[in-house]
């Protein structure tokens, strides 16, 4: 049987293409609905209370499909590697593979003007890349105080005012919208992993659903907790997952007045003065405080990583 070298590199580039015409499709189709007012991608952005999504039904789907993966292969299959792997060396690949995506924080602090975080950024990479034995270590946090300054291309596409669109919960990458799906796209050829994924596509596979065994294993336990506070699941996701990705944007903007973008993140009290967020499916008879469902929504960062492929 015939088994030509390119066919798995020429089936990844035939998928890439039908999502890209399935997400242009699904734009067209409801252009005739979105007037420039309410246009959630190219106006004004929506506010966070009201979720665009038009696809609930089928995203709840894929969210039951999430749901059952994490409980039946990806939790298993996470305990038995903790079992057999330690916490400190769990904690080490992590590390190294948090390193490796410098080249994507990097760029986006950059391309947002931040010039004083695409600064750290790279003092970090330097350090932890030498220091800190290829990232295995944070000798730059711990030892020097440089905090990572997590920046993506879908935030950056928030800060020059593109909006978050459509709502969508992927299969296997979980919650995310239209703007953040071309991001992690554009994210995808910055990340050293991606020449990997093009050449051998088998073993870039291999090293994505390492590091999401390895993530899910520090996290046990967190999703569940998520799950058994929330009324509805996937409308507590949903608009957690929006308000994390409003905080991470409202963030990079806050130098929107001065002549300076790369101003540092604003002060706390700041959203504490923001008006409080309602589930836009009105089940929770209460609105949430902000700064309760900022803690939630940072929280949700890890429930991400347990459900997506990123």
């Given at each position: 049987m015939k088994n030509p070298d390119g066919f798995l590199p020429q089936l990844c580039r035939i998928c890439f293409c039908c999502l890209a015409i399935w997400l242009g499709s699904m734009t067209?189709?409801?252009?005739?609905?979105?007037?420039?007012?309410?246009d959630p991608v190219f106006g004004e952005e929506l506010d966070i209370g009201l979720a665009s999504d038009p696809?609930?039904?089928?995203?709840?789907?894929?969210?039951?499909?999430?749901?059952?993966?994490?409980?039946?292969v990806l939790k298993p299959v996470s305990k038995g590697y903790a079992w057999v792997v330690a916490e400190n060396v769990r904690i080490c690949v992590r590390s190294f593979l948090k390193n490796l995506l410098a080249?994507?924080?990097?760029?986006?602090?950059?391309?947002?003007?931040?010039?004083?975080?695409t600064g750290i950024e790279t003092a970090r990479f330097v350090i932890n890349s030498t220091v800190g034995v290829i990232g295995l270590v944070d000798p730059a946090k711990n030892e020097f105080g440089l905090l990572p300054k997590d920046e993506d291309l879908g935030q950056t596409l928030g800060v020059y005012g593109v909006g978050e669109g459509l709502y969508i919960c992927w299969p296997f990458l979980g919650p995310s919208n239209v703007r953040d799906t071309i991001g992690?796209?554009?994210?995808?050829?910055?990340?050293?992993?991606?020449?990997?994924?093009?050449?051998?596509?088998g073993a870039g596979l291999a090293v994505q659903t390492g590091q999401e065994v390895n993530n899910t294993s520090l996290t046990l336990g967190d999703y569940e907790d998520f799950k058994a506070l929330a009324i509805d699941p996937y409308v507590a996701l949903r608009d957690a997952y929006r308000q994390y990705r409003q905080k991470n944007i409202h963030d990079m903007v806050v130098g929107k007045d001065s002549m300076y973008s790369y101003s540092f993140d604003r002060p706390e009290e700041i959203y504490a003065q923001e008006k409080p967020v309602q589930l836009s499916s009105g089940l929770n008879p209460a609105p949430i405080p902000v700064e309760d469902l900022l803690v939630q929504a940072e929280t949700l960062?890890?429930?991400e990583k347990l459900l997506s492929m990123r």
């Open positions: 067209l189709a409801l252009a005739q609905e979105v007037t420039p007012e309410n696809l609930e039904s089928i995203n709840r789907v894929f969210f039951h499909f999430n749901d059952k993966f994490y409980f039946w080249p994507v924080r990097i760029v986006n602090n950059l391309l947002q003007g931040k010039v004083v975080n992690m796209t554009g994210d995808f050829f910055l990340s050293p992993a991606s020449y990997l994924a093009w050449s051998d596509p960062v890890e429930t």
